[in-house]
């Protein structure tokens, strides 16, 4: 047992991480607006969430089990929304505290990798980090902050297993990692990377099938299964097959447009009609049941071709000035070789390293920033040692210039709490632009305006037909997607899938869907009646009546 001097000290050791920890809370607090526009698939995590707590089961469209999403978010959500009964208050609570948390691993990462200096500077780093807080509002899942808490955490447990070989860790990390794949499908590669390099290390170090090391490695497999087999046998009941996503098939057909900048072939690939079954392709027994390997086998060159342009892509949106500017190479490149690597810091690096490989494996689908965020906490890592590398060969510089003067340890200090202050402060000074231009697709403030508009005028269990699942949301309706489709067959799915509102945004009819474009000045047709227009940036929102 732990003596109590050896409590204090661990109180002590991690004062500084939580006072960091509470600072980001407060930030974050501060900048997650109460007005913000829930849009993008966060109505659909939430609507999961409700339907969990009001016993509806795993839910989101016309009682259809979901088979897309992974469930963790919504189950939290769920827990939430019985304590607040508030959907976007539970969202928000969630950005906030696990968002904040996960400054505590990543100190913990710094410090066992590192030192102590380096691990205060990347919890500084982190709390403020423009992408991480600002621009993760934007992202349209809100899902980030629990896995990059979960996938995180899960990494700090595996480093230490590595370097004491404990149960407590291995289990620690494999319990962790399946979190992190139960919020975010590609997740699993944590397990596997990471798990993976661990098994690498342990055989070069010929210890692998040692009776102090396989066990505790089935353990830490063991462990992600048992987490993550009940989804794996959800989908199997709901799908008739063994998968372990049911997110790859469907991202990777409707995606293949957006990785060449087709926004109008997405569009038809995931709300045009399937002719056989009646339904939107996102919800057609044909989506549930396509085969991404299939795909790949049928046009290899293309695949090939895909995968080429997606690393490129990779690099082009990682390297820009919302994600990790270019000025912060220099001190990442330090952080990373600016000593020797010994044998304990290399077993580390190759650790780290493997954890990039969930978000390499959007080269295969297609590359967006909330895609590849999951690496910038640990750029932020290496370039935090960076930044304390810089202040040793500062410091140590300086005091041999000034004999007189401060030691190289005084030196090294001060540079280093200037120049974390100094980026702390340009990361706090570029967090509203970060927000103001990370809302592409989808994303317009009028929408939230059209649900809160509907809100005053619906009854309830009214269901809202419109493209953007953020209308039906904001006024507390059911959704029915708007299909890609003729005017006639879009007010017959309507009525086959009982919406009694029908909401068009003007921007839809003009690049996505040209052919509803005369129903932007209907005022009355059979079916169809006029309510309302908005107009938001010269476009116009139209509200319809449904009725035959």
Same mark, same amino acid.
């Given at each position: 047992?732990?003596?109590?001097?050896?409590?204090?000290?661990?109180?002590?050791?991690?004062?500084?991480?939580?006072?960091?920890?509470?600072?980001?809370?407060?930030?974050?607090?501060? !900048?997650?607006?109460?007005?913000?526009?829930?849009?993008?698939?966060?109505?659909?995590?939430?609507?999961?969430?409700?339907?969990?707590?009001?016993?509806?089961?795993?839910?989101?469209?016309?009682?259809?089990?979901?088979?897309?999403?992974?469930?963790?978010?919504?189950?939290?959500?769920?827990?939430? +929304?019985?304590?607040?009964?508030?959907?976007?208050?539970?969202?928000?609570?969630?950005?906030?505290?696990?968002?904040?948390?996960?400054?505590?691993?990543?100190?913990?990462?710094?410090?066992?990798?590192?030192?102590?200096?380096?691990?205060? !500077?990347?919890?500084?780093?982190?709390?403020?980090?423009?992408?991480?807080?600002?621009?993760?509002?934007?992202?349209?899942?809100?899902?980030?902050?629990? +896995?990059?808490?979960?996938?995180?955490?899960?990494?700090?447990?595996?480093?230490?297993?590595?370097?004491?070989?404990?149960?407590? =860790?291995?289990?620690?990390?494999?319990?962790?990692?399946?979190?992190?794949?139960?919020?975010?499908?590609?997740?699993?590669?944590?397990?596997?990377?990471?798990?993976?390099?661990?098994?690498?290390?342990?055989?070069?170090?010929?210890?692998?099938?040692?009776?102090?090391?396989?066990?505790?490695?089935?353990?830490?497999?063991?462990?992600?299964?048992?987490?993550?087999?009940?989804?794996?046998?959800?989908?199997?009941?709901?799908?008739?097959?063994?998968?372990?996503?049911?997110?790859?098939?469907?991202? +990777?057909?409707?995606?293949?447009?957006?990785?060449?900048?087709?926004?109008?072939?997405?569009?038809?690939?995931?709300?045009?009609?399937?002719?056989?079954?009646?339904?939107?392709?996102?919800?057609?027994?044909?989506?549930?049941?396509?085969?991404?390997?299939?795909?790949?086998?049928?046009?290899?060159?293309?695949?090939?071709?895909?995968? +080429?342009?997606?690393?490129?892509?990779?690099?082009?949106?990682?390297?820009?000035?919302?994600?990790?500017?270019?000025?912060?190479?220099?001190?990442?490149?330090?952080?990373?070789?600016?000593?020797?690597?010994?044998?304990?810091?290399?077993?580390?690096?190759?650790?780290?390293?493997?954890?990039?490989?969930?978000?390499?494996?959007?080269?295969?689908?297609?590359? &967006?920033?909330?895609?590849?965020?999951?690496?910038?906490?640990?750029?932020?890592?290496?370039?935090?040692?960076?930044?304390?590398?810089?202040? &040793?060969?500062?410091?140590?510089?300086?005091?041999?210039?000034?004999?007189?003067?401060?030691?190289?340890?005084?030196?090294?200090?001060?540079?280093?709490? !200037?120049?974390?202050?100094?980026?702390?402060?340009?990361?706090?000074?570029?967090?509203?632009?970060?927000?103001?231009?990370?809302?592409?697709?989808?994303?317009?403030?009028?929408?939230?305006?059209?649900?809160?508009?509907?809100?005053?005028?619906? &009854?309830?269990?009214?269901?809202?037909?419109?493209?953007?699942?953020?209308?039906?949301?904001?006024?507390?309706?059911?959704?029915?997607?708007?299909?890609?489709?003729?005017?006639?067959?879009?007010?017959?799915?309507?009525? =086959?899938?009982?919406?009694?509102?029908?909401?068009?945004?003007?921007?839809?009819?003009?690049?996505?869907?040209?052919?509803?474009?005369?129903?932007?000045?209907? &005022?009355?047709?059979?079916?169809?009646?006029?309510?309302?227009?908005?107009?938001?940036?010269?476009?116009?929102?139209?509200?319809?009546?449904?009725?035959?």
């Amino acid at each position: 047992m732990r003596s109590k001097g050896n409590w204090r000290r661990l109180a002590g050791e991690w004062l500084v991480p939580a006072a960091i920890a509470v600072a980001a809370l407060v930030l974050r607090a501060a !900048i997650a607006s109460p007005t913000r526009v829930v849009w993008g698939d966060e109505p659909f995590y939430l609507w999961d969430g409700y339907h969990l707590a009001t016993g509806r089961g795993y839910t989101f469209f016309n009682g259809r089990p979901d088979i897309y999403l992974m469930p963790l978010y919504p189950l939290v959500i769920a827990g939430l +929304y019985l304590v607040l009964r508030n959907l976007e208050l539970a969202s928000r609570l969630c950005y906030i505290l696990f968002g904040a948390a996960l400054v505590l691993p990543i100190y913990g990462l710094a410090k066992e990798m590192y030192d102590r200096r380096t691990a205060v !500077i990347a919890g500084v780093l982190l709390a403020v980090y423009p992408a991480l807080t600002a621009a993760e509002l934007y992202w349209g899942t809100m899902t980030e902050p629990l +896995y990059f808490l979960a996938a995180y955490a899960g990494l700090y447990a595996a480093l230490r297993a590595l370097r004491d070989g404990g149960w407590t =860790a291995h289990i620690a990390a494999g319990a962790l990692f399946a979190l992190a794949y139960l919020t975010r499908g590609e997740g699993i590669a944590f397990i596997a990377a990471v798990g993976g390099a661990l098994a690498l290390i342990r055989l070069f170090e010929r210890r692998l099938f040692s009776r102090a090391v396989w066990p505790r490695l089935l353990a830490m497999c063991g462990v992600f299964l048992a987490l993550a087999f009940p989804y794996w046998l959800y989908l199997r009941l709901q799908t008739g097959r063994w998968m372990i996503s049911g997110q790859a098939g469907m991202t +990777y057909i409707t995606c293949i447009s957006l990785a060449y900048g087709d926004v109008a072939g997405f569009d038809q690939a995931t709300w045009g009609l399937d002719r056989a079954s009646g339904e939107v392709y996102f919800f057609s027994p044909a989506m549930a049941s396509f085969s991404m390997l299939d795909h790949i086998r049928s046009d290899p060159p293309a695949f090939v071709r895909l995968v +080429y342009h997606n690393s490129r892509d990779f690099l082009g949106t990682l390297f820009t000035w919302r994600m990790f500017p270019m000025w912060l190479v220099p001190f990442l490149t330090l952080g990373l070789f600016g000593t020797a690597w010994d044998t304990r810091r290399a077993k580390g690096e190759l650790l780290l390293i493997a954890s990039f490989a969930p978000a390499l494996s959007f080269i295969f689908f297609f590359v &967006q920033e909330r895609y590849i965020g999951s690496v910038l906490p640990l750029l932020i890592i290496w370039t935090a040692h960076g930044v304390d590398r810089w202040a &040793q060969w500062a410091g140590e510089t300086l005091a041999g210039w000034w004999r007189k003067g401060p030691a190289s340890t005084t030196w090294r200090t001060g540079l280093s709490i !200037i120049l974390t202050v100094l980026l702390a402060a340009v990361s706090l000074w570029m967090m509203p632009r970060a927000a103001a231009t990370t809302s592409p697709g989808s994303f317009r403030p009028a929408h939230r305006a059209a649900g809160l508009w509907l809100a005053e005028h619906i &009854q309830p269990g009214d269901t809202v037909m419109a493209r953007y699942p953020a209308v039906a949301f904001h006024a507390g309706a059911a959704w029915v997607p708007t299909p890609n489709a003729p005017i006639p067959d879009v007010l017959a799915y309507a009525y =086959a899938h009982g919406a009694d509102y029908f909401v068009l945004d003007e921007r839809e009819t003009r690049s996505l869907r040209p052919q509803l474009a005369d129903l932007l000045d209907v &005022q009355e047709m059979p079916g169809l009646h006029r309510l309302a227009e908005l107009e938001d940036e010269g476009a116009r929102i139209v509200i319809f009546r449904l009725g035959k």
